[in-house]
């Protein structure tokens, strides 16, 4: 019985490793304009898919939320490294001006328009196809922090924000807290689901 099993791990491990030669690597490119840029490798001579890519060595620690916009674009938010983009081509990870590289993205959504929001460890972040812009305590954000942890867009077009400081409606410019108790006390709620 012992033989018959080792036999038979044997026979698997060599399909394995039959299977796995030939993997080809993909080539680092890296750019000094702030972006860096990888190629995806999409051609794999194996039938065992890759569990964890690590999206080619660009994400350090794990990807806490993705998103397709209505461009075909996806949008990966990371626990510490940012904004990652892949076009279908290439992945680039985003350099937002006077922004830490590594916030952590929480929540990613789209608006009728076009306009990607991320709720993020350093406020509400908007991108509007040529820029971004991060909407956080300026504009009224409460709480012990800046971060973002629940974020969609109801029918109307209104922004709903979960933070520290409770539940927000935000109209691109203001947040206004959202009371959600009937005694007329701030919520403590700071989640959206």
Known sequence: MILKARNLILVLLTIQITLCTGQEKAILVLKENGTTTQPINLIQKTIFPQIHTNLNGMVREFVRTMHQD???????????DGIIRYDGQILEKITIPNVSPHFRVLEIVEDKVGNVWFGTSEGLMKYDGIEFTTFSKNEGLKGVNEEIWGLTIDRSGLIWVGGYGGVFHFDGGVYTIFLTRFDGRKSKTHAIR
């Open 70 to 80: 209505k461009k075909g674009n996806y949008w990966f938010g990371t626990n510490g």
